[in-house]
């Protein structure tokens, strides 16, 4: 049987997550992983009251686990530039590393994926996208005979698990409130919110199914803040559901790059996928569509992939330092796609502010599948929900300049379809 010293830099929820794992399954990680890990130090800035350490030995300098007798390094701190400066001295260092981290990753990948194969050691990040949900080992080895042509999907729990329990009545801020007490959120939520993480996520596997850059080159990048709980009942009403999308698709020989909130039928199998389970949709040559779901987030689900990748170098033969270098792909401009919208917009309740709505579509000669005027909100206000053909991006947020400057208008929003 294989052993491992692993040194844990970070203490927080996964580093304890982890920790606790490794303990409770020694057993089955060794009966099916063939696979025996020694904890032998934690570079823990600060005790955690959560989680007694036990006899491990504990270093207050996380840059001092380097130093220590050790197979791998386990970087758990989060954050960018001190994870990026950690991961790099440990290359150099001549450790492998493992890392839950999404956003070290996205930000600096290229580079120390370089240096991880100069220096002849394994850099492993299962559980940077989805947890442990299997996705980076999935692309790179399952199906490293499939053209892949698109991946789509929900990558950020704390977005879906507010999202589905907005669609249920709840409000945006109580179950937020929620997936931090879970330990869903990262400890700073703006990046679930604002798409950021999400976005992380979907560079990464677009690094590894199409080539593209890390970090990538700029690409359009939107949360679910804006999102309404009408909006899930007008939605439903016409067979979709809301739901926070990151997509990464061969478009043309370029790559389509974009994390964002769409409208998807209510009856795709990502749509049926609720609370903080990420779900994923791969269109492959040789398996045709493929779907992977599980929970993306939290302490136990990246506990397992963290270990999915310890017992993947354990017993793995591959030499980093003869993986060959992938050819770099191009992204699309945003503003050349098309999409279909909806379109919700609040206006006063008078003769003829249907007919101004749709005169400014018709002057860009964009076409309208359905509008329809709702029940009355407050006094002469009403809801108008619109579903347009299909217009280029490029148009978009001068239709909602548009819209909004009519007088008869109060507000309006818009939320792509994902076809
Ligand atoms: N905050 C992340 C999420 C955790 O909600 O998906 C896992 O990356």
């Known amino acids: 049987m294989k052993s491992l010293k692993i040194g844990i830099c970070g203490w927080g929820n996964v580093a304890t997550g982890l920790f606790n794992t490794i303990n409770q399954n020694k057993e089955l990680i060794k009966s099916k992983g063939r696979l025996d890990i020694e904890i032998s130090v934690i570079g823990a800035r600060r005790d955690n009251p959560k989680c007694n350490p036990g006899n491990t030995e504990i270093v207050r300098d996380i840059f001092d686990v380097l130093d220590k007798e050790i197979d791998v390094v386990v970087e758990l701190i989060g954050g960018v530039e001190v994870a990026r400066e950690l991961i790099l001295k440990a290359i150099k260092n001549k450790k492998h590393v493992v890392t839950a981290n999404k956003a070290v990753i996205f930000n600096h990948g290229d580079e120390i994926i370089k240096e991880a194969n100069d220096n002849g050691v394994m850099f492993l990040y299962e559980s940077s996208v989805c947890a442990g949900t299997p996705i980076i080992k999935l692309l790179n080895e ?167 990748d310890l017992v993947f170098l354990a017993n793995s033969n591959i030499n980093p330092s003869s993986i060959e270098k992938k050819e770099k792909n191009g992204l699309i401009d945003f503003q050349s796609l098309s999409f279909q919208y909806y379109f919700y917009i609040e206006a006063e309740d008078i003769p003829g502010v249907m007919a101004s709505i749709t005169s400014i579509f018709a002057k860009k000669n964009i076409g309208i599948e359905s509008i329809v005027q709702k029940e009355d909100l407050k006094e002469k206000t009403v809801p108008i929900v619109l579903i347009t053909d299909l217009f280029l991006e490029s148009n978009h947020i001068e239709l909602l300049d548009n819209i909004l400057k009519l007088d008869s208008v109060n507000s309006v929003r818009s939320i792509r379809i994902e076809s």
């Open 142 to 308: 399952e199906l490293a005979a499939s053209n892949i042509t698109k991946i789509a999907g929900m990558l950020n729990g704390t977005s879906n698990f507010i999202l589905s329990n907005m669609e249920d009545g709840a409000d945006f801020k109580s179950t937020l409130e929620l997936a931090q007490k879970e330990g869903y959120a990262e400890p700073d939520p703006t990046f679930d919110i604002d798409g950021m993480d999400a976005a992380h996520k979907i560079g990464i596997l677009s690094s590894l199914a199409f080539g593209t850059n890390l970090p990538p080159d700029d690409f359009y990048i939107e949360g679910i803040s804006k999102i309404e709980k009408d909006d899930f009942k007008y939605a439903s009403e016409m067979g979709y559901t809301v739901k926070h999308l990151a997509v990464s698709k061969i478009n043309n020989k370029e790559i389509e790059l974009r994390a964002h909130p769409a409208l998807i039928r209510s009856n795709s199998y990502l749509a049926n996928l609720k609370g903080v389970r990420n779900g994923i949709e791969l269109e492959t040559d040789l398996l045709g569509t493929l779907h992977i779901a599980g929970s993306g987030a939290g302490q136990e689900s990246t506990a397992s992939g963290l270990i999915s």
